[in-house]
């Protein structure tokens, strides 16, 4: 069963840094591309960043760029999230998903880990 | 503000049907894109009901259905049950010249009355 738990967030002061990881199993990570979607309270879904299924290429939205890196260690089964310059406005919870270029779909979702963004 | 529009809210007793839209422009939902659709119950992860516009996954009930003309995609959940009360997001998979992004809309709250 395909599964994807994420860790690491917490609580940061505005302008520092955190990197979440994501841990796959159940299913042929490196054959997958990745994403990260984040929700901030009460809000709706939002594209962050995304990585090609062999880590060849990124994909970023303008709100994360410069800041935000994504990387992938196939050979481990992660996935992760490096967020820098972090603003209050990157309060959120945030999902991996894995992408299915079969049915382009993000068709597995992590339960998310929640990063807040607060002096 | 999201690219793709839904109505904020939609509704109805059980046993009804509810049709949510989803509206962009050519260049995310109309011509060759795909739409999906995702339910969220509240404090839980999105889960995908459609994909590729209109085909269900398996373990999804056939009461979902997707369709999409033009720019515009729709969601139909037929026969609402108390369960289907949740946020549902379309969300379009755009790639082109080697780039990815995906584009979500702005989410419809669905209330069983």
């Known amino acids: 069963q395909a599964q994807l738990v994420e860790s690491g967030g917490g609580v940061v002061q505005p302008g520092g840094s955190l990197r979440l990881s994501c841990a796959a199993s159940?299913?042929?990570?490196?054959?997958?591309?990745m994403h990260w979607v984040r929700q901030a309270p009460g809000k709706g879904l939002d594209w962050v960043i995304g990585?090609?299924?062999?880590?060849?290429?990124?994909y970023y939205a303008d709100s994360v760029k410069g800041r935000f890196t994504i990387s992938r260690d196939n050979s481990m089964n992660m996935l992760f999230l490096q967020m820098n310059s972090l603003g209050v406005d990157d309060t959120a919870v945030y999902y991996c998903?894995?992408?299915?270029?079969?049915?382009?779909?993000?068709?597995?979702w992590g339960k998310g880990t929640m990063v807040i963004v607060s002096s | 503000q999201s690219a793709l529009t839904q109505p904020p809210s939609a509704s109805g007793s059980p046993g009804q049907s509810v049709t949510i839209s989803c509206t962009g422009a050519?260049?995310?939902?109309?011509?060759?894109?795909?739409v999906s659709w995702y339910q969220q119950h509240p404090g839980k992860a999105p889960k995908v009901i459609i994909y590729?516009?209109?085909q269900r996954p398996s373990g999804v009930p056939d009461r979902f259905s997707g369709s999409k003309s033009g720019n515009t995609a729709s969601l139909t959940v037929s026969g609402l049950q108390a369960e289907d009360e949740a946020d549902y997001y379309c969300?379009?998979?755009?790639?082109?010249?080697?780039?990815?992004?995906?584009?979500f809309g702005g989410g419809t709250r669905v209330t069983v009355l």
């Open positions: 998903a894995k992408y299915d270029g079969d049915v382009r779909a993000l068709d597995v």
């Open positions: 159940g299913f042929n990570f490196g054959g997958h591309g």
């Open positions: 990585i090609r299924y062999d880590g060849s290429q990124t």
């Open positions: 050519s260049s995310n939902v109309g011509g060759y894109y795909f």
């Open positions: 590729n516009n209109a």
């Open positions: 969300a379009s998979y755009i790639a082109s010249n080697n780039w990815v992004n995906w584009m």
